[in-house]
């Protein structure tokens, strides 16, 4: 296949799939997850791994100023330090009259926070909006102001004066154009022209520093047949300096049908940056049929048939995926954000478009963990186009769950580095967790077997596993094993090895 060809070239790695049944996988004291059957050797009883979804809490950003509008929209959100900074899209689209027209021209807008929660929009005084500089506006340019998509160069080696670096652009720029900027505020061109050119480019593309890889990787809007012709998808290219990048290849998706995807959303997962994580959104195009015109809000809809007919028949929604390779995705099918009820009008093309980033807040009460936070757009086509933020647990995209009835997984073999073993994990009350540590043959370790497992039960981001013995795992420490969880009406998300004084 043709990415599979080009894996040696784009990927100088092994991966976990190409190790040998008996070579043990170093991992070290990185945080592992269940959004992928990577590190399974077997899974037994009712066990199985299930994809959980965000909560909604409440709205962030209101698009109600002049330059905003019905069609503002791809925001990304970065935590830096203790500010959080979102850069999103102002734009308007007439839909009274068809076909559908532009109300004004694009622009990037700025808004931040101080703990993710609360927004402001700055007067930023650096363009004006028409003849007054007191807007959020920080940059009014060509195509590129579409889908500007800024990020932290976290490469060691990058300038102070490109601390931030951004890409946007669509086919009227020819292609992918890069930005720089020493403050996030304050942003000028980086390249002459587009420095990826194949593609279609109008969507939310996305770009980062990739630690595990020393290079930077960019995601974009690709076709599985170029041209705008076959599926909406997503293609991967990547560079080392950020000016000479590869030809972008398509994404895999074994064991998932085809699927038409608008945005990609896929960067590293910060608590586990060895594995990436996508938010795409998906495309679903729907038949006009009677049905189909009765779904709230029926009376835009209805508007939008005339103005341009998928535009109001067709509907979009969150998807999940991951991949440790970049290349090879694990796409879940089920939806990680389904439209919701009927009545709040979101079923319809343009809402529930993720935003590029996920940031951590606080919880809502005292004393409990931190959560991560994520927004979804609202209101597509009308005044009341908005964000609204979303949170999950911290690592609870996905668990590896079993019902009462009890399930269990044993990993493949693994080395690791720390002396205790930290999980985050819950259960009812009836419900329980125990681990035990299997030798390179399968053969439960002495002192670490089911039986000298503790009993744990609860609900905890960090609790430390325990044996008869303790929870000292120093002596096992580089040594190969396997790990038997055996899980009863519970969820497991993570788990990871760390070294504490003792």
């Known amino acids: 296949m043709r990415i599979g060809l080009l894996l040696l070239a784009l990927l100088p790695f092994t991966s976990t799939a190409e190790l040998s049944a008996n070579e043990p996988i170093d991992i070290g004291s990185r945080r592992e997850l269940f959004v992928d059957s990577a590190l399974i050797d077997q899974m037994n009883g009712q066990a199985e791994l299930r994809l959980h979804h965000p909560t909604p809490r409440e709205i962030a950003i209101q698009f109600d100023q002049p330059w905003e509008g019905n069609a503002s929209g791809y925001p990304t959100v970065i935590q830096d330090g203790d500010l959080y900074r979102m850069y999103y899209r ?20 700025y808004a931040e926070s101080s703990d993710g929660i609360h927004w402001t929009k700055p007067n930023l005084g650096l363009f004006d909006w028409p003849g007054s500089p007191e807007n959020n506006i920080i940059w009014r340019g060509g195509p590129e102001t579409h889908n500007f ?48 050119t194949k593609g279609a480019f109008d969507s939310h593309n996305t770009a980062f520093w990739d630690p595990d890889h020393h290079r930077y990787s960019m995601y974009v809007r690709y076709f599985s047949e170029d041209q705008f012709k076959g599926l909406r998808s997503i293609g991967m290219c990547h560079s080392d300096d950020f000016e000479h990048w590869s030809e972008p290849v398509g994404l895999e998706y074994p064991d998932s049908p085809p699927q038409q995807m608008y945005t990609n959303q896929i960067a590293p997962y910060y608590r586990a940056p060895h594995v990436l994580f996508g938010f795409p959104t998906r495309y679903v195009a729907k038949p006009l049929t009677d049905f189909v015109q009765t779904l709230p809000p029926v009376e835009l809809r209805t508007t939008l048939i005339a103005a ?7 509907l979009t929604d969150g998807l999940f995926m991951s991949s440790r390779d970049g290349l090879t995705f694990h796409r879940w099918d089920e939806a990680f954000l389904r439209p919701g009820p009927e009545a709040e009008g979101r079923w319809i093309y343009g809402d529930n478009y993720q935003s590029y980033g996920l940031f951590e807040t606080q919880a809502d009460q005292p004393g409990l963990p931190n959560e991560i936070s994520l ?112 899980l009863k009406d519970g969820d497991l998300y993570s788990y990871r090895f760390e070294t504490h004084d003792r």
């Open 149 to 196: 998509a800024p990020f932290i160069d976290t490469n060691p080696g990058c300038p102070p004066a490109q601390r931030f670096k951004a890409i946007g652009g669509t086919i009227t720029s020819k292609g992918l154009l890069t930005f720089q900027s020493a403050d996030g505020i304050h942003w000028k061109p980086l390249s002459d022209g587009p420095v990826v």
């Open 375 to 486: 927004h979804f757009d609202e209101g597509a086509w009308r005044d009341s186009r908005r964000v609204r933020r979303y949170s999950i647990r911290l690592d609870g995209f996905v668990s590896l769950h079993a019902p009462y009835a009890g399930g269990e997984v044993t990993t493949k073999l693994l080395t690791f580095n720390g002396n205790q073993l930290s999980l985050n994990y819950t259960t009812s009350a009836a419900g329980s967790l125990r681990i035990e540590i299997q030798d390179a043959e399968g053969q439960p370790i002495e002192g670490f077997t089911l039986n000298d497992s503790a009993e744990m039960f609860g609900d905890s981001t960090q609790q430390i596993a325990q044996w008869s013995s303790g929870s000292n795992l120093s002596g096992l420490s580089g040594q190969p094993v396997r790990l038997r969880f055996v």
């Open 90 to 109: 102002g734009h308007a689209y007439i839909i009274d009259d068809p076909p559908l027209k532009q109300a004004q021209s694009e622009v990037v807008c």
């Open 308 to 314: 341009d007919e998928r535009v109001g028949t067709d």
